[in-house]
T-cell receptor, first 116, second 108 residues
Framework: EAGVAQSPRYKIIEKRQSVAFWCNPISGHATLYWYQQILGQGPKLLIQFQNNGVVDDSQLPKDRFSAERLKGVDSTLKIQPAKLEDSAVYLC??????????????FGPGTRLTVT | GIQVEQSPPDLILQEGANSTLRCNFSDSVNNLQWFHQNPWGQLINLFYIPSGTKQNGRLSATTVATERYSLLYISSSQTTDSGVYFCAATSGTYKYIFGTGTRLKVLA
């Protein structure tokens, strides 16, 4: 079974530029999560989708961040314009939502963003 | 919302030693996971354990939900066990909150 796929793996941009990250969850997983992990901290949830609907986006900086999950499968996270403090690893995870361990999350390799 | 605290923040072990990592949470949990983040940043699932005890090789975990804590045991540690260990939990909703992690270094 293929895991969660993310691209690109690394990205370096200048402040005020825009950037987009892509995530393809494990096949059949209904819930998709985007996290931001700043160096030395634990991951912080940005947005959570159930199929193609948003379950929680309370910590998404909506003035600059946007995310979509069209057709309830893969998802994109966009930052426009980027700030220096957006430098972080962006992690995507998915969970199946059925069965005893339905909310067990599986993570992709992450995208390391550096804003200069 | 739920608070998740991990201890110790840092741990240095000699290869072959055993260790116990702790995760305290402020409310009842309906999901709890332990992860190992390797030096390349990948989060690897260790256990999904909202209650009870599980074992996988040299690793085992116990969650005592009524007392609001979970423990991760690593026996006969190896250098490849180095990295950061996170616990993450949900309470009421399905929004996971991560602890700040335990940074483990195993010396050869």
């Amino acid at each position: 079974e293929a895991g969660v796929a993310q691209s690109p793996r690394y990205k370096i941009i200048e402040k005020r530029q825009s950037v987009a990250f892509w995530c393809n969850p494990i096949s059949g997983h209904a819930t998709l999560y985007w996290y931001q992990q700043i160096l030395g901290q634990g991951p912080k949830l940005l947005i959570q989708f159930q199929n193609n609907g948003v379950v929680d986006d309370s910590q998404l900086p909506k003035d600059r961040f946007s995310a979509e999950r069209l057709k309830g499968v893969d998802s994109t996270l966009k930052i426009q314009p980027a700030k220096l403090e957006d430098s972080a690893v962006y992690l995507c995870a998915s969970s199946i939502n059925t069965g005893l361990a339905g909310y067990e999350q599986y993570f992709g390799p992450g995208t390391r963003l550096t804003v200069t | 919302g739920i608070q998740v605290e991990q201890s110790p923040p840092d741990l240095i072990l000699q290869e072959g030693a055993n260790s116990t990592l702790r995760c305290n949470f402020s409310d009842s949990v309906n999901n709890l996971q332990w992860f190992h983040q390797n030096p390349w940043g990948q989060l690897i699932n260790l256990f999904y354990i909202p209650s009870g005890t599980k074992q996988n090789g040299r690793l085992s975990a116990t969650t005592v939900a009524t007392e609001r804590y979970s423990l991760l045991y690593i026996s006969s540690s190896q250098t490849t066990d180095s990295g950061v260990y996170f616990c993450a939990a949900t309470s009421g909703t399905y929004k996971y909150i991560f602890g700040t992690g335990t940074r483990l270094k195993v010396l050869a």
